[in-house]
T-cell receptor, first 113, second 112 residues
Framework: NAGVTQTPKFQVLKTGQSMTLQCAQDMNHNSMYWYRQDPGMGLRLIYYSASEGTTDKGEVPNGYNVSRLNKREFSLRLESAAPSQTSVYFC????????????FGPGTRLTVL | KQEVTQIPAALSVPEGENLVLNCSFTDSAIYNLQWFRQDPGKGLTSLLLIQSSQREQTSGRLNASLDKSSGRSTLYIAASQPGDSATYLCAPGSGNTGKLIFGQGTTLQVKP
């Protein structure tokens, strides 16, 4: 099993460009999450999906959209990238209930110029 | 709103020392608490998961304790090794959606 995979690993964008970060998990998990990690701020939740077909906002959703394409895949889209969105983005997944362990992908390092 | 604080922010110790990393959180209504390890430029690796009903969990040289009522968790590392050098993050899980709230981490350096 690959666990949680993310593409791309690195990306450089210009202000105003759009892109989609991809995440997939092969563990048959119900819930999936997108976090961003910034120096001095720790990891913060952007959006999450408790099950296929549902999505909800986290702590810092502005400037982002998400799609839970199916049970395996959860994508994060930046419609018009801004320098403030320069960050490392992590996808995570969780099996079953909130009592279980959350697993993280390797991250996407995004720079917006 | 849940707030998580990790002390110290950074720690440098000689190899072989036993050490304790501290995590405090403001909202005791948690489902569980996870400790993660993060190497520079890498993702998060789960070390230990403690359920809200548990007092501690052990994995090898690692032992994590949880005092939910006082909003505290500690990660004890026995006989530290240079390979333990990394940033350690604690994250209590609140609500029934599995959302984690992260502290800013403790960066550990173990010197040979």
């Amino acid at each position: 099993n690959a666990g949680v995979t993310q593409t791309p690993k690195f990306q450089v964008l210009k202000t105003g460009q759009s892109m989609t970060l991809q995440c997939a998990q092969d563990m048959n998990h119900n819930s999936m999450y997108w976090y961003r990690q910034d120096p001095g701020m720790g990891l913060r939740l952007i959006y999450y999906s408790a099950s296929e077909g549902t999505t909800d906002k986290g702590e810092v959703p502005n400037g982002y959209n998400v799609s839970r394409l199916n049970k395996r895949e959860f994508s994060l889209r930046l419609e018009s990238a801004a320098p403030s969105q320069t960050s490392v983005y992590f996808c995570a997944s969780l099996a079953g209930t909130s009592y279980n362990e959350q697993f993280f992908g390797p991250g996407t390092r995004l720079t917006v110029l | 709103k849940q707030e998580v604080t990790q002390i110290p922010a950074a720690l440098s110790v000689p190899e072989g020392e036993n050490l304790v990393l501290n995590c405090s959180f403001t909202d005791s209504a948690i489902y569980n608490l996870q400790w993660f390890r993060q190497d520079p430029g890498k993702g998060l690796t789960s070390l230990l998961l403690i359920q809200s009903s548990q007092r501690e969990q052990t994995s090898g040289r690692l032992n994590a304790s949880l005092d939910k009522s006082s909003g505290r968790s500690t990660l004890y590392i026995a006989a530290s090794q240079p390979g333990d050098s990394a940033t350690y993050l604690c994250a209590p899980g609140s609500g029934n959606t599995g959302k984690l709230i992260f502290g800013q981490g403790t960066t550990l350096q173990v010197k040979p």
